[in-house]
């Protein structure tokens, strides 16, 4: 059985580590796992009164649609989520029922300063509550962006935290197949 995880970056920045976090991941999967990334910098902000949804969305969703489990890096800003991951969010919600959202399982990781976002994602473990998300409990992945374990170019360099991201991803792999079950 083959799965596709989907990661999205709350970050839009390119150098970003917390796009690097994702990019680190994707040679971490274990046997039988994909992930693919969503590009989130052209997404506009929800807005109810558009009657068509941009095309930067429709692209998104469909990736969404595709995903068994989504990879949500978390940047930390003033204490809380970025707002272009709660802007996707909000945009996927939207949809009938919340048929992109509920029930699907979700790891979720972060790379900033000092206790490495652990702020934001337990604020987006809320959202995920309120939109039928299940995380993955453990483990966790809080990466600390400014202590050496990425390069300038936001890659992860640290043995460390991609045995982390590896172990994470086995995980969500597991956890995948036992909400199948």
Request: hydrophobic share 45%; net charge neutral.
């Amino acid at each position: 059985m083959s799965l596709q995880f989907l990661g999205l970056a709350g970050s839009l920045r390119a150098k970003s580590t917390n796009r690097g976090l994702l990019r680190a991941a994707q040679g971490q999967l274990p046997a039988g796992v994909s992930l693919a990334l969503a590009e989130l910098a052209d997404v506009p902000f929800y807005n109810a009164d558009l009657t068509e949804k941009p095309a930067a969305v429709q692209r998104v969703l469909a990736q969404l649609a595709a995903a068994d489990a989504l990879v949500l890096a978390c940047p930390e800003y003033n204490y809380s989520l970025a707002p272009a991951l709660k802007n996707m969010l909000d945009w996927a919600s939207r949809e009938p029922d919340n048929a992109l959202l509920a029930g699907k399982p979700v790891a979720i990781m972060g790379a900033g300063g000092g206790m490495g976002t652990s702020r934001a994602q337990y604020h987006l473990r809320q959202v995920c509550v309120y939109l039928d998300l299940h995380p993955l409990n453990k483990p966790e992945v809080f990466a600390n962006a400014f202590a050496g374990g990425f390069d300038e170019h936001g890659d992860v360099r640290d043995e460390r935290l991609l045995g982390q991201l590896a172990a994470q991803m086995q995980a969500l792999k597991d956890w995948t197949l036992r909400l199948r079950a």
